[in-house]
C-alpha cells in the first residue's frame, strides 16, 4: 500500500489508452448501448511511445511500483503500462500506472486511469488514495473536483479504517479536511484535520488544513496560534502570512496586516498577487454603478433595501448563525427574505446587502475582474433577497 507523503506527493498511475469500436444498431438503438462516432479524426494523435520497461527481474507491476518509490517517473509508467496491457482486469495496473501519470503532470490521462481502475474495484485504496489526492491537491480547485476528492477520501478512510490501518485512515483523513476546507465545510475539516493529527504527528499539512478550519470557523485567536506556528514553513509559510494578515486586519492594526501581506506576496507572488484596492469613494461608486446596471426586476426588489460597503465584514455578522460565516465572504445580505415579514418593532429597512472592499481586492487580479466580481456578488445576494440558499446559488454558479 502506497502512503502519500502528505500534501506534496502525486500519487496516480494511468491505464493504458485504446479505443473499442462499437457497430452502429441496425435497429432503434438502445439507450444504455454505445454508438459509433459521427466523426473522427483524420490523423491519429501524435503520442510519443513509451520505452520498454525495464523489469530488473520483477513483474511489470512490481517494477512500475519500485520506479515510483524512487521517483523514476517515466520508467513507472512503462512498466506499469505493460502491466496493464498484460492484466487488463487488473485495477492495481491501473491505479499503478494512474500514479505514473499523475507525478508526470498528465492529469487528464490520470482521472481515466483512475476510473478505471475504481470501476473495475471500487473498493481499491491505492485508486481512491491517488484519485482523492489528484482532485484535491493536483487539479485546479472547482465544486467538482472538490467534492470528487471528499467522496473518494471519506470512502477510503472508512475502508482503511475497517482494516486497522491507521496510518492509511489518517492520510485520507487529511485529503477529507482538504476537500472539506475547500467546500466551505470547515467543521468537518477541523474534525478531519484532528483526527490525522493523532496518527501524523507533527504533520505541517495538517496543522495548515487545522489553522484554515479554525480561521474559517471564527475562532480567531486558536486560529492565530497555529499559523504563527506555520510562518516559516517552506510550503505553508506565505499561506499562513496572509491569514495572519487577515487576523491583524480583524484587529485594526492596518500597518501590522500590510507587512504580513507583502511577505506572502514576495513569498508567493502567484498565490498573491497585489490586491486591487480602489479608495473607499471609489468601491462605492462602483457598487453603485452596478446596481444601476442590474435588470429591471432585481432593481425594484432592492427598493427600500440598502446597498453599503465595508472594509472586512464584523464578527457579530459572522457570528450570526451555525456554524458562523466564513471572515473571507465578498458580501452579505442580511434579514429575511422578499416573502418573509420583518421582525415586529424594527426601526429603519429590515433588509440591507453589504459588499466587503478588503476581501474583494484580495479575490481578483484586475481592475475588470473586479467590477465583474462585484456585479456576481450584487447577484448572490439579490439571490439570497430572493429567498435562495447557498446550494441553489451554487448550482446557478453563483457561489
Not at 500534501?7 to 438503438?29: D, I, M, N, Q, Y
Not at 505493460?82 to 507525478?103: G, I, K, V
Not at 460565516?325 to 427574505?337: A, D, E, H, N, Q
Amino acid at each position: 500500500m502506497r502512503l502519500l507523503p502528505a500534501l506534496l506527493v502525486s500519487a496516480a498511475l494511468l491505464a493504458g489508452c485504446h479505443k473499442t469500436e462499437v457497430a452502429a444498431p441496425s435497429s432503434a438503438p438502445n439507450p444504455g448501448t454505445p454508438t459509433a462516432p459521427v466523426h473522427h479524426p483524420s490523423r491519429p494523435v501524435p503520442v510519443e511511445p513509451l520505452a520498454v520497461c525495464e523489469t530488473r527481474g520483477a513483474s511489470p507491476l512490481e517494477a512500475a511500483h519500485a520506479a515510483y518509490e524512487v521517483e523514476d517517473w517515466k520508467r513507472a509508467l512503462s512498466c506499469a503500462a505493460e502491466a496493464a496491457a498484460r492484466t487488463p482486469d487488473d485495477p492495481a495496473a491501473h491505479s499503478e500506472r494512474a500514479a505514473a501519470l499523475s507525478a508526470l503532470g498528465r492529469f487528464d490521462e490520470a482521472r481515466l486511469a483512475y476510473a478505471r481502475a475504481l470501476a473495475l474495484d471500487p473498493e481499491h485504496l491505492d485508486a481512491l488514495l491517488g484519485a482523492a489526492h489528484l482532485y484535491g491537491v493536483s487539479l485546479p480547485s472547482s465544486r467538482d473536483n472538490d467534492e470528487l476528492a471528499f467522496l473518494y477520501s471519506e470512502r477510503g478512510r472508512e475502508l482503511a479504517a475497517d482494516g486497522d490501518d491507521e496510518e492509511l485512515t489518517a492520510q485520507f483523513a487529511l485529503l477529507s479536511a482538504m476537500a472539506a476546507n475547500d467546500l466551505g465545510e470547515a467543521t468537518l475539516a477541523l474534525q478531519r484535520a484532528e483526527e490525522a493529527a493523532r496518527v501524523l504527528e507533527g504533520d505541517a499539512d495538517v496543522a495548515y488544513e487545522r489553522a484554515v478550519a479554525l480561521f474559517e470557523l471564527c475562532r480567531f485567536e486558536e486560529a492565530k496560534a497555529a499559523f504563527e506556528e506555520l510562518r516559516t514553513d517552506p510550503d505553508h509559510g506565505a499561506h499562513a502570512l496572509e491569514h495572519l494578515g487577515m487576523l491583524l486586519e480583524r484587529e485594526g492594526k492596518w500597518a501590522e496586516a500590510e507587512a504580513d501581506f507583502k511577505k506572502a506576496q514576495e513569498m508567493a507572488p502567484e498565490d498573491f498577487p497585489p490586491p486591487v484596492l480602489l479608495s473607499p469613494s471609489a468601491f462605492s461608486d462602483a457598487v453603485a454603478r452596478a446596481v444601476r446596471a442590474l435588470p429591471r426586476d432585481m432593481q425594484k426588489d432592492l427598493r427600500g433595501v440598502p446597498v453599503t460597503t465595508e472594509e472586512i465584514p464584523k464578527d457579530d455578522d459572522l457570528r450570526d448563525g451555525a456554524p458562523p460565516l466564513s471572515p473571507t465572504i465578498l458580501g452579505l445580505f442580511r434579514g429575511p427574505s422578499l416573502g418573509e415579514p420583518c421582525p415586529e418593532g424594527e426601526k429603519g429597512p429590515c433588509r440591507s446587502v453589504v459588499l466587503y472592499r478588503r476581501n474583494l481586492a484580495r479575490a481578483v487580479t484586475s481592475e475588470g475582474e473586479l467590477l465583474e466580481q462585484i456585479r456576481v456578488t450584487l447577484l448572490h445576494e439579490v439571490g439570497h433577497l430572493r429567498g435562495e440558499d447557498d446550494m441553489e446559488l451554487a448550482a446557478r454558479g453563483l457561489e
